[in-house]
């Protein structure tokens, strides 16, 4: 059962236009959404968080937005530049589901490509 | 931003061998460091959370006694891949929490077991 999903596998842009990553969550208890960036064989880079009491953070070029209704969340860069190109995963956590734990879950990640 | 520190970041061992991964956060005390899987175009999957000084919680059909994990301080967990098969074969990373920080990731390793 993949709670968080990334249904979009890839992503093709050109530079200085906007990328938007979709992600979608099944599990109403998540109540915290992280996107990560990930070259390949590195680890996850964290890029930008949101709470679910907010429906909009920004950092830079990058801003998450949370519709908590629909369960879906973007990330969008703009102006997208060719060292953006990376896998971006998407991922979520339970944050008040007791406990010290952080157990993240993550969907299966989108390719993102910038085009000089 | 916090430093976890994975080692190694690739290994090629024998099949039967013992592999051991260490993940060290190095400018903070992670009480919770958590071990992840992944495989080729798949997304990170959570094998196990590590507790500093008690033992590791592992999630649903992750083998204990293949996966050994210690916690003995709280900047350092180790994995230890026991007999590993081929099928063993992926690209395992650590990560640590630090407060409410979040997690930060350690850089990955590659193993390889032929």
């Known amino acids: 059962d993949q709670q968080v999903k990334q249904n979009s596998p890839s992503l093709s842009v050109q530079e200085g236009r906007i990328s938007i990553l979709n992600c979608d969550y099944t599990?109403?208890?998540?109540?915290?959404f992280l996107w990560y960036k990930k070259y390949p064989a590195e680890g996850p880079t964290f890029l930008i968080s949101?709470?679910?009491?907010?429906d909009k953070n920004e950092d830079g070029r990058f801003t998450v937005f949370l519709n908590k209704s629909a369960k879906h969340l973007s990330l969008h860069i703009v102006p997208s530049q060719p060292g953006d190109s990376a896998v971006y995963f998407c991922?979520?956590?339970?944050?008040?589901?007791?406990?010290?734990?952080?157990?993240?879950?993550f969907g299966k990640g989108t390719l993102l490509t910038v085009n000089p | 931003g916090a430093v976890v520190s994975q080692h190694p970041s690739w290994v090629i061992c024998k099949s039967g061998t013992s592999v051991k991964i260490e993940c060290r956060s190095l400018?903070?005390?992670?009480?919770?460091m958590f071990w992840y899987r992944q495989f080729p175009k798949q997304s990170l999957m959570l094998m196990a959370t590590?507790?500093?000084?008690?033992?590791?919680?592992?999630e649903q059909g992750v083998e204990k006694d293949k996966f050994l994990i210690n916690h003995a301080s709280l900047t350092l967990s180790t994995l230890t891949v026991t007999s590993a098969h081929p099928e063993d074969s992926s690209f395992y990373i650590c990560?640590?929490?630090?407060?409410?920080?979040?997690?930060?990731f350690g850089q990955g390793t590659r193993l390889t077991v032929v």
């Open positions: 990560s640590a929490r630090r407060g409410v920080s979040g997690a930060f």
């Open positions: 599990n109403s208890m998540f109540d915290y």
């Open positions: 949101i709470s679910s009491i907010k």
């Open positions: 991922a979520a956590s339970a944050r008040n589901s007791g406990g010290s734990n952080y157990k993240l879950t």
């Open positions: 400018d903070f005390q992670a009480t919770t």
């Open positions: 590590s507790n500093e000084g008690s033992k590791a919680t592992y």
